[in-house]
């Protein structure tokens, strides 16, 4: 997997459209970058600070392979009413080859 | 009763702040109007301490530092502000003035408004569960306003952050009952808070449920109780004549997308001679509007508002001619 050259992974949009998402490697971006770019609705008011959850997603596989999140994460997680367990903010994962095959659905 | 202004400010974020400044040079008085309890916008909702390093001449400010010298440099011009209302509705009436009513039937009456709403209002984020909005202002409540309207009432406060600690606590002394739910197990941050709720609930003075989840809501007409899954996967019934949600708050741009002005992507289209809409009278400030190489700049706003000021001048005063002068020479006339 680690000599591909793209990364690829499934998004679910709240309706429960599922897009596969294909992206090169070489590109320095959060995920909320990407899914921004990807032309999904997330404000990402904040502008990836992990202040405004608007990035919020649910890892629905592949949460195992990711950084773990940071303290000012978790507390921003913690208030909003639809948290679950692999709730995560976009903007606090980096687009790498661990999110190679994961499913992100899109809660914000 | 009607509020009497030359401006309404829909948004007291810094670009709605500032306008009140520009407006006072030009002898213009202006009421602002936003849907938070406090004024300051994003800078003291989401980001209060926080350093900013883009303001001209502060090589860095802590946002809310910045609020407060708004308000104290626009002071002289004696703003008046209705707070924790959401404006609702906007209508002309024939001499060209307007009237904006909020949610809680506060009505103003001006012959200009200046839309400096940002990303929207701040509204509060909602739990999934069903019926919800059928108990909104029928038990269910979002904010909580006058601490008193709880007294010896049976109360649900349902979140994990701040804002439900601290309501938690001060509720504790005035309701008759309150119940804390919250997701989780503990509590992250503020540990002072989280420490006095849990003594709370150790003396029997509150009813703490950790790790549980509001299921559904039960009443007719009005709220009567509130069904939550514990710890053990168990339903719990708890009879209950208020519950409070309190999950933060969140920007969306609500009624502006019905007031006939021209919007791209949840922006207002407006003019870079002097920010109008394409409604007369009608101005757009700040991160709300948009241009072709618009930036969502505080700084962009502050330069907005100046140059909104000039023309809104001709709303208020048409037979005079706005005179252009510097503070240096002029100083600032306070009303
Ligand atoms: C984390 C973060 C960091 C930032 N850093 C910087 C920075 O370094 N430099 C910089 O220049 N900018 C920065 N920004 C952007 C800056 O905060 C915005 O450009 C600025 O707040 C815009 O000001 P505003 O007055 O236009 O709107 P806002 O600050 O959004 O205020 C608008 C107000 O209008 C109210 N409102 C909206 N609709 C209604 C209604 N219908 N009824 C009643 N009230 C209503 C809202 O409740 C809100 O309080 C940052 C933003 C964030 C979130
Ligand atoms: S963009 Fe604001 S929390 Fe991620």
Known sequence: ?108 | MIIQTDIAIVGAGPVGLFAVFEAGLLKMRCHLIDALPQIGGQLSEIYPKKPIYDIPGFPEVQAQTLVDNLRKQIEPFKPTFTLGERVDSLTRNDDGSFILTTTDGTAVHSKVVVIAAGLGSFEPRKPEVADLGRFEGRGVTYMVKDPELFRDKNIIIAGGGDSALDWTIHLANIAKSVTLVHRNESFRGAPDSAEKVSTLAKNGKINLLLSANLKALHGNGVIKAVEIEDKQKQLLKIDTDYLIPLFGLTPKLGPIADWRLNLDKNAIEVNTFDYATNVSGIFAIGDINTYPGKLKLILCGFHEAALMAQSAFHFVYPDQKASFKYTTVNGVNAF
């Open chain 1, 1 to 108: 997997m680690a000599d591909k050259d793209t990364i690829s992974f499934d998004v679910q949009s709240s309706t429960g459209d599922v897009q596969r998402l294909e992206l090169p490697d070489n590109i320095n971006l959060s995920l909320m970058e990407v899914l921004k770019a990807s032309e999904y609705p997330i404000p990402a008011t904040c502008g990836g600070m992990a202040l405004c959850a608007t990035c919020h997603v649910e890892i629905l596989k592949g949460v195992e392979n990711l950084s773990t999140p940071s303290d000012t994460e978790l507390d921003m997680i913690d208030t909003l009413p639809n948290a679950a367990a692999n709730s995560r903010l976009a903007c606090q994962i980096r687009l790498d080859h661990r999110l190679d095959d994961a499913v992100i659905l899109l809660k914000g």
